[in-house]
Nanobody, 127 residues
Framework: QVQLVESGGGLVQAGGSLRLSCAAS????????MGWFCQAPGKERDFVTA????????YYADSVKGRFTISRDNAKKTVFLQMNSLKPEDTAIYFC????????????????????WGQGTQVTVSS
């Protein structure tokens, strides 16, 4: 089992940047694929990006391609989300998620592929 704690959220102006971190507990972090999802008020939780446990393959939602970058540091048991060129529509709570190995259906963008979730960190982008 793994526990996840996000940090790094805050208030930023449009065009600005933020770097989110997700620190994981446990000794087998390197065997977990990691994802970031976001949820705006009154909306469903949406996929943002993910990184596989083995090859480090990354996946991005079309809306963040070229602006957001996911990375991981297995020694520090942390996954990062670098968010650049932020837009007001990026405003949401951002959640870190983990799944052991590869998602069972191979769908890194499905919330139900991830059994472990953090509490989330608020990102607010002002116009």
């Amino acid at each position: 089992q793994v526990q996840l704690v996000e940090s790094g959220g805050g208030l930023v102006q449009a065009g600005g940047s933020l770097r989110l971190s997700c620190a994981a507990s446990g000794r087998t972090f390197s065997t977990y694929s990691m994802g970031w999802f976001c949820q705006a008020p009154g909306k469903e939780r949406d996929f943002v990006t993910a990184i596989s446990w083995s090859s480090g393959q990354t996946y991005y939602a079309d809306s963040v391609k070229g602006r957001f970058t996911i990375s991981r540091d297995n020694a520090k048991k942390t996954v990062f989300l670098q968010m650049n060129s932020l837009k007001p529509e990026d405003t949401a709570i951002y959640f870190c998620a983990a799944v052991r190995g590869t998602p069972s259906r191979g769908r890194y963008d499905y919330t139900d592929e991830y059994p472990y979730w953090g509490q989330g960190t608020q990102v607010t982008v002002s116009s």
